[in-house]
């Protein structure tokens, strides 16, 4: 591109003159400088003209001449739009007047006419059927754009109060914005241009799986001043926000604002939740739009926010929270606040009877426990949770609090034990104490290396183990009465809902192959109905060399209590 700028001083009347020409220029490249670069090599773009204005009374305001566009082309896969024959753009003392200004594609065409207008008043009609794929790159917020757009309008006024008249619509529409992982499609509205107003009577769409409807209307103000009111309804939403969070629901939100960033907040009524998040994932998905520092500071940002969040979250049921830390039900309220890739969130959330918590691979019963967002720069919420858990022959009591950054753990036992002696009962199942003990004869040595190779194995496998099937998987110790030792056993169960759980135990060694079936159901928070089954097969015993006495498999109902007493 070839350019000659010749602008007099400020109180010099000479004139000024400007030349320019292009042959196949690529514009897109400086388009991109917008925000849009990741999209930059998805067009092709091309622009060839050749230009010369002049002003005799160095002003802006009287040029004359004339700008002649031989080829003008934007593409994207196979959407286009072309002139076929070359436009022009004709310049009367600051009066324009567009000549075959017509751009076609396959099933597309864009036309734009005007004579004898200027900025401070235009005279423009428009009419258009393009595919919106192709202006994604005027859009870098958007992760994904298409369908057709068609509209017919005339603009009058100033550039800076444009006064449009007519009509658009859109028809199978989607678009997704960028951090949130869900479209919106089958987007199908009406919009109508009144002067300073556009009226959007009414909106469908899709969103999660659910119906999305919209109405309301955009007051033009001025430049960056387009007033927006939008009121939004969804229901049968089927979400997937954040990462590795399920939830159904259905929501009020509305739209407001007067320029980018505008306000979607409201209300989102959650009908069920599944949490399967790790809580120590730290990892974020924030995502900015880096602008070129060579443009001008009214376009120039650090970043770019097209939308930001302030919705309440009504939970009119419990939450459930899976993940190989916590096993149970939560309750409360939450808001989210900020941009929907990298939101806050504020609010309580607390747990319901018969949640756990996994701490060192050993299950605990949850017997209160809170967490509450409160940080207004990052998401690293407060902490408390009481647990207790029965370990061979000692009661052991969790308390953990602190930041979800910088917990803190602490246990205590009864009967009490040293703190060497709870971290060993934890780990290996069995205290320094008696490990010692247990190291000065043969068998125990075994019962020993036994539990410590159960220890590690659940540390290990077990977490890949459920992630993958769905089942916890852990290896423990059970006692033979046969022979008064401890005996490697496998322990498989599963939550099949929210009152049901079934577990699976195998006895891997000793004088009988024992397995058990449990399948428990929570009839209410204290009552429990638990069916079991045990098959018992004779093994060869080694020592007396003969068979033991077949034991009958047994299968029994039984009612369980529990209740905490304070």
């Known amino acids: 591109m070839e350019s000659d700028l010749r602008i007099p001083r400020i109180g010099v009347s000479e004139p000024m003159k400007l030349k320019a020409k292009s042959n196949g220029w690529s514009y897109g490249n400086l388009l991109a400088l917008l925000g849009g670069s990741q999209l930059q090599q998805e067009y092709e773009t091309a622009l060839t003209s050749d230009t010369e204005l002049e002003s005799q009374t160095n002003s802006w305001s009287n040029l004359s001449g004339r700008s002649q566009i031989t080829k003008f082309l934007i593409k994207r896969g196979d959407q286009y739009l072309v002139n076929s024959e070359p436009m022009s753009i004709t310049w009367n003392n600051g009066k324009l007047s567009l000549e075959k200004a017509h751009l076609e594609g396959p099933g597309t065409q864009a036309q734009i006419q005007g004579r004898g207008f200027d900025f401070s008043n235009l005279d423009l009609s428009l009419t258009a059927d393009v595919e919106l ?129 505008y306000t979607l907040s409201g209300v989102y009524f959650v009908q069920s939740a599944l949490f399967e998040k790790e809580f120590t994932d730290s990892s974020s998905g924030a995502i900015t739009f880096q602008q070129s520092p060579y443009l001008p500071q009214t376009l120039r940002q650090q970043s770019f926010e097209p939308l930001l969040l302030d919705l309440k979250i009504d939970l009119k049921h419990n939450v459930q929270v899976k993940n190989s830390q916590m096993d149970g039900f939560v309750t409360g309220h939450l808001q989210v606040k900020g941009p929907p890739h990298n939101p806050l969130l504020f609010g309580k959330l607390e747990t319901e009877k018969g949640a756990r918590i996994i701490f060192k691979d050993k299950i605990f019963d949850i017997q209160s426990g809170s967490v509450n967002f409160n940080n207004p720069d990052e998401i690293n919420p407060e902490i408390f949770v009481s647990a207790r858990s029965r370990i061979n022959d000692y009661d052991i ?89 401890s005996v490697p056993k496998l322990t498989l169960s599963r939550q099949l809902g929210r009152k049901t759980s079934l577990q699976y135990s195998r006895q891997l060694s000793g004088n009988n192959n024992t397995s058990d079936v449990k399948i428990q159901y929570q009839l209410n928070q204290n009552l429990s109905a638990v069916g079991s089954f045990e098959s018992r097969a004779p093994q060869e015993d080694t020592t007396e060399k003969s068979l033991s006495k077949d034991q009958p498999s047994v299968f029994g109902v039984d009612l369980e209590f529990r209740r905490e007493f304070k």
């Open 397 to 485: 009591n969790l308390i953990i609090q602190g930041q979800a950054k910088s917990i803190s753990p602490s246990l205590s036992s009864v009967p009490p034990l040293s703190e060497n002696d709870l971290f060993s009962l934890l780990a290996l199942g069995i205290t320094s104490t008696r490990l010692e003990q247990n190291v000065q004869s043969g068998e125990q040595a075994k019962q020993t290396a036994t539990e410590v190779f159960g220890s590690v194995i659940n540390q290990t496998v077990g977490r890949g183990f459920k992630s993958a099937t769905g089942l916890s998987f852990q290896v423990s110790n059970s006692y033979d009465n046969t022979k008064n030792i």
């Open 133 to 261: 794929k192709l202006f994604q790159l005027f859009f870098p917020f958007f992760d994904d754009l298409g369908g057709p757009l068609k509209t017919q309008a005339t603009i009058t006024g100033s550039w800076d109060h444009p006064r449009i008249l007519g009509s658009a619509a859109l028809d199978s529409t989607f678009f997704k914005f960028k951090g949130f992982p869900h479209p919106i499609e089958k987007i199908k509205a009406d919009v109508t241009f009144s002067h300073n107003k556009i009226l959007i009577p009414q909106i469908k769409g899709v969103l999660a799986g659910g119906e999305l409807a919209a109405s309301g209307e955009l007051q033009i103000n001025g430049v960056r001043d387009l007033e927006t009111h939008v009121k939004i309804s969804a229901s049968g939403l089927n979400l997937m926000v954040p990462e590795k969070t399920r939830s159904t629901g259905s929501a009020e939100l509305s739209l407001n604002g007067n320029w980018f960033p």
